[in-house]
């Protein structure tokens, strides 16, 4: 099942900030694809353990990480904050540069995001997210199956998503690692 468009306008970042908040988008490529509606128990479990566990892994970096809802704006090049046309919110994501952190989030690739997935937003994000996430230039991209407990793990390689591998065992971050501090 994809999302649902919220209609066949292109948006901005200007755009999405004047939305209301009580119904969530992400913006790819200027269209605006509704969130699915709060994420289960078994998702936020999820979520909330990886991030832990991710926490525990970067303990002594200069690392960044954060949940959603946390804005990432991913400009096509200079344009202003405000003419940006894709806005997404991942599960989970890592920032190993932290000029990219303001206060409106994340401006410019994570190195690792993680998305728990959900029977409405599968399909979106196995395709379009992992496409974009290619072509911006992010190292890694881990999908997390709940049911089955298996991650599938896209890293970049030579600037382009190599094939997935998956695990269903716990498995570091290899798709570098930010300095220590």
């Not at 566990?53 to 303990?59: F, G």
């Not at 894709?86 to 989970?92: A, E, F, G, K």
């Not at 496409?131 to 991650?151: K, N, S, T």
Request: aromatic fraction near 8%.
């Amino acid at each position: 099942m994809s999302l649902a468009l919220r209609d066949q306008q292109r948006h901005t970042y200007a755009d999405y900030c004047s939305w209301p908040e009580d119904v969530r988008y992400e913006l790819i490529d200027g269209r605006a694809y509704a969130m699915s509606p709060g994420p289960n128990r078994r998702h936020q479990e999820l979520v909330v353990e990886v991030l832990r566990q991710v926490a525990d892994a970067l303990e002594g970096s200069p690392a960044a990480f954060t949940s959603r809802p946390f804005d990432v704006r991913l400009p096509r090049g200079q344009e202003a904050d405000d003419d940006i046309d894709t806005v997404v919110q991942p599960d989970i994501m890592v920032v190993c540069d932290r000029t990219k952190l303001d206060d409106r989030g994340c401006r410019g690739a994570p190195d690792w995001v993680i998305e728990v997935l959900s029977p409405s937003s599968a399909s979106h994000d196995q395709i379009l997210k992992r496409a974009l996430y290619e072509r911006h230039g992010v190292r890694e991209y881990w999908l997390i199956h709940p049911v089955d407990l298996i991650v599938t793990v896209y890293r970049l390689v030579d600037g382009a998503m190599a094939s997935p591998t998956s695990t269903s065992s716990r498995t570091p971050w290899r798709g570098g690692s930010c300095p220590r501090s």
